[in-house]
């Protein structure tokens, strides 16, 4: 039988998750890398410097690329009706927000999330390096040519499942089922703050949230929410910090100095290479939509 599986690594312009400026799609056959597709898109936003500062991709790069739902049908080709893996929960969230904001819809028959399955597959290493791309790379030997570069990072995420796959006997239909099932006994997660159950179960099991700026929720209520999807909610951010969710209204007008400190201190460990993304509120209840539901398909 065939085993085939796309992986999909997408950029943005700016903290605003559906503004995607590029997506990266590798796809696998029977273990092996058959086609890569490197996809500019003109996510009709403006460019953040610092986002710019991440993957290099700049307003002149894009100006004659296609919008998301121009790309759509030719991504959607690629996809077909594959099973979807990315190196994270953020690629998903930034796929169906795009989607959202087009009013397009994606055709997936089922997305897995390669963190928990690089936890599973290696859960002393990953309980003690972390799941970072750049770093689980270089531990099982995986180029990784150009981080940040969509093609390149959705290429080293396949060749990290292909030896994933390798090494527990698993298959792409089972590597689906296994995600769903607890981390092997005696391997759990970082200290959480005592006062909020974290999910075992939850979609985004072993993220460290942290959340700053003017929310429509309380911080209770967010932290709450958080730790049912699985997150570890932290009081400050450290390099524990995967996620530092802001609030809207901060999120697309704060500049400079008027950064809160959590946000500023979050790009500084962003640029020294920690895995931490910046996140609006609306991203985040996203997420939640997406959790509750099954999102555009099953992890």
Not at 34 to 43: G, R, T
Request: glycine share 8%; with cysteine; hydrophobic share 40%.
């Amino acid at each position: 039988m065939t085993e085939r599986f796309v992986v999909i690594d997408v950029e943005t312009a700016n903290p605003d998750m559906s503004s995607i400026c590029q997506i990266g799609l590798a796809v696998y056959e029977n273990g092996e890398r058959v086609d890569a597709h490197s996809i500019l898109i003109d996510p009709e936003d403006e460019f953040d410097e610092f986002n710019i500062a991440i993957h290099g991709i700049t307003p002149d790069q894009v100006q004659s690329a296609p919008n998301f739902a121009e790309a759509l049908p030719s991504i959607q080709q690629v996809l077909g009706s594959n099973t979807v893996a990315s190196y994270g929960h953020f690629d998903k969230t930034a796929m169906a927000q795009a989607c959202r904001k087009y009013g397009w819809e994606l055709s997936v028959s089922a997305w897995l999330n390669l963190h928990p399955v690089v936890r599973r597959a290696w859960p002393e290493e990953a309980a003690t390096h972390g799941v970072a791309l750049a770093k689980t790379a270089k531990r099982l030997g995986v180029k990784l040519v150009n981080h940040h570069d969509a093609k390149a990072d959705a290429i080293a995420a396949g060749e990290i499942f292909l030896q994933a796959m390798a090494v527990s006997g698993l298959g792409v239909a089972e590597w689906i089922k296994r995600v769903a099932m607890p981390i092997h006994p005696g391997q759990g997660h970082e200290r959480h703050v005592s006062t909020y159950e974290v999910n075992p179960e939850g979609a985004l099991l072993g993220e460290g949230i942290v959340f700053t700026g003017a929310l429509s929720m309380t911080r209770e209520q967010a932290r709450e929410a958080a730790a049912k999807l699985g997150c570890v909610p932290l009081g400050g951010v450290s390099k524990k910090t995967t996620m530092l969710v802001v609030g809207d209204q901060d999120i697309r007008h704060l500049r400079g100095s008027d950064k809160s400190s959590k946000h500023r201190k979050a790009e500084e460990l962003i640029k020294k290479g920690h895995p931490l993304r910046i996140l609006g509120e609306s991203d985040f209840m996203a997420m939640l939509t997406n959790s509750e539901s099954g999102g555009l398909s099953n992890e």
